[in-house]
């Protein structure tokens, strides 16, 4: 599974920003698809996950801001982030589990919340 993120740069806090992240390669619908985020000096962490049924986790700090959906037809994973604020900086990873495929991961964009 190859996996392309693009969106990401630069924004004033309380602004909003999408990503998106599609998964090519002889594959069918991933099971799970979502986003994880790295600050500097921090630990990756999960942002939120979809599954194929369309059932979503989120991190307690992005809940009732980020909205995570997919395109199962495109495995096409999309984060929509609203009210962002500057601990929200990160390196943005789109990640894809799957039984058949195993796990992959996209190769990062930059969000930087700063005004």
């Known amino acids: 599974v190859q996996l392309q993120a693009s969106g990401g740069g630069l924004v004033q806090p309380g602004e909003s920003l999408g990503l998106s992240c599609a998964a090519s390669g002889s594959i069918f619908t991933i099971a799970v698809m979502g986003w994880y985020r790295q600050a500097p000096g921090k630990q990756r962490e999960l942002v939120a996950i979809?599954?194929?049924?369309?059932?979503?986790t989120y991190a307690d700090s992005v809940k009732g801001r980020f909205t995570i959906s997919r395109d199962n037809a495109k495995n096409t994973v999309y984060l929509q982030m609203s009210s962002l604020k500057p601990e929200d900086t990160a390196v943005y990873y789109c990640?894809?589990?799957?039984?058949?495929?195993?796990?992959?991961w996209g190769q990062g964009t930059l969000v930087t919340v700063s005004s």
């Open positions: 979809i599954t194929s049924g369309g059932s979503t």
């Open positions: 990640k894809t589990t799957d039984l058949r495929y195993g796990t992959s």
